[in-house]
């Protein structure tokens, strides 16, 4: 496959959707030198499982054999864990009804969610689903929450991930993203995988792998065709949602109000972003 992706970074970095950009880019002219911008991927689903297409879908994780969800919206939103294979939710606890529920992580046997514009911070028994502890007063927006060796990473929808401690939420270091040089903002669900941090962009049919150590964005995830398929309507019902199975190596997308989540294998393409 040797099309060109045009403009996506520049597309990002103005705030228009990627795959309105690709659709309208005109023709550009391929540059000389060697091609060092992400490798492309396409998504081949694997299986399909049900999803709950009322969920809100703001943050997701397999841990422990188990599938956990963050929901979003007020007076929707929720921590659960999830029956993969029905999408019956086996247990829920509801975060307090005047805020919008944003990212989830795994950190030392609880679960850490966070809240949009809400200033709070929860944790949760990973058990039992039962609060453990709240921090009020957090001064960032919440988007995405994922699990790293330094701490908790954390998105605020900017070009900017930041590396938490993951008991006070100091913040670490800070990690510039940028694809082809350009800053990538729009950085939303979060997930950890061998070594790389995978996000939602979104409003978009793209997932980007990140190197943590400098920011660069080391893959691009081609979902358009998924996304596509999927029977939703309305601007809300965006691709978000990546959870990764280590011991079997299994990937797992869903989206906001979507009816199905998925199981995916990445295939490479000969794509290119300049």
């Keep these: 496959m040797a099309r060109l992706l045009y403009g996506i970074a520049c597309a990002t970095l103005l705030g228009w959707p990627l795959s309105a950009q690709v659709e309208q880019a005109a023709p550009q002219p391929i540059l000389e030198g060697a091609y060092s911008g992400p490798v492309v991927y396409r998504a081949e689903v ?31 939103s929720v921590i659960r864990e999830v029956d993969l294979e029905t999408g019956e939710v086996l247990r829920e606890t509801a975060i307090p009804s005047n805020q919008f529920g944003e990212g989830l992580a795994h950190w030392n046997g ?21 609060p453990l502890a709240t921090r009020e007063g957090y001064p960032l927006d919440g988007w995405g929450l994922t699990t790293s060796g330094e701490g908790l990473i954390h998105s605020d929808g900017s070009a900017t991930l930041r590396v938490l401690d993951p008991e006070s939420y100091d913040v670490l270091r800070s990690i510039e993203v940028t694809m082809n040089d350009r800053p990538l903002r729009r950085l939303n669900e979060l997930e950890m995988i061998d070594g790389l941090v995978f996000a939602n962009i979104w409003e978009t049919a793209y997932i980007v792998a990140i190197d943590p150590a400098d920011g660069r964005v080391e893959r691009l995830i081609d979902l358009t065709d998924l996304v596509a398929s999927v029977p939703v309507t309305g601007r809300d019902a965006v691709l978000n949602g990546i959870a990764w199975d280590a011991e079997n190596g299994r990937l797992f997308v869903t989206g906001k109000l979507w009816p199905k989540l998925y199981e995916i294998a990445l295939v490479e393409t000969g794509a290119q972003v300049r």
Excluded: K
Aim: proline share 2%; no cysteine; charged share 20%.
């Design 46 to 76: 694997v299986a399909e499982y049900p999803h709950d297409a009322a969920a809100f879908t703001q943050g997701l994780l397999w841990h422990d054999g188990a599938l956990f969800e963050s929901t979003g919206r007020v007076g929707q």
């Design 110 to 130: 609880s679960l850490v969610s966070l809240t949009w514009r809400d200033g709070a911070i929860h944790r949760w028994d990973a058990d039992t689903l039962e």
